[in-house]
């Protein structure tokens, strides 16, 4: 075994001292310490990890998929809560076959609405696609909504309830008014949401 002179040591110290003091001094150049330890030095990998923390946050839900979320829930119970009362499904002067409709109504609302409602919170591979399957559907029912007044005889809530529907300088605030607002927060909060993507994609 090679013997070690007693006069080496303090210089054995300062060698160890002067690798001890580049190390954490200059981190990037410690790679080479990674060949023989195997692990990455820990300023790396706390660099490493707040980036991933940084990545998570931004892709949260964006402001656009929650206005979206929030029409596709109205889309699904309004129904519901507009027609299920004295003036729809319960109207003593409606015909069965008219609370039938009515009633049918109702049920497409609700399927939209949850199949909406399921496509903005499905964790696919398309994220896109999810988001404008989610916008789409409740704009069907918006949408029927306002193209119904074109149709002969139809009118809205004031034609029997005139005391439950707002005037405003003799313009009534019915159903086109509803469906003209839902389908403006639908252009809303895809517009947002497409704008959050290309932000996403810049980064």
């Known amino acids: 075994m090679p013997c070690t002179r007693s006069g080496d040591g303090p210089r054995n110290r300062l060698s160890v001292g002067l690798v001890l003091h580049t190390f954490h001094s200059r981190p990037q150049e410690s790679a080479s310490l990674t060949l023989s330890t ?19 946050r931004r892709q949260g839900v964006s402001a656009g ?10 889309t699904a119970v ?19 076959h008219a609370r039938f409709h009515d009633a049918q109504t109702v049920a497409t609302g609700a399927l939209l609405g949850l199949g909406g409602l399921w496509a903005l919170n499905r964790k696919g591979s398309a994220p896109q696609r999810d988001v404008a399957l989610g916008a789409l559907l409740p704009t069907f029912f918006w949408a029927s909504m306002g193209a119904a007044f074109g149709f002969p005889g139809a009118e809205g809530l004031q034609s029997e309830f005139p005391e439950l529907v707002p005037r405003v300088r003799g313009v009534w605030i019915d159903e086109r008014f509803g469906s003209a607002v839902m389908l403006g927060l639908i252009a809303v909060g895809y517009g947002l949401d497409r704008r959050s993507q290309a932000d996403q994609a810049r980064r």
């Open 38 to 56: 195997g692990q990455r030095p820990a300023g790396r990998r706390l660099r490493g990890w707040s980036r991933s923390v940084g990545v998570g």
């Open 65 to 74: 998929r929650k206005v979206l979320s929030i029409v596709a829930g109205v």
């Open 78 to 96: 309004g129904g519901f809560a507009a027609d299920w009362n004295r003036t729809h499904l319960f109207n003593p002067n409606w015909s069965p």
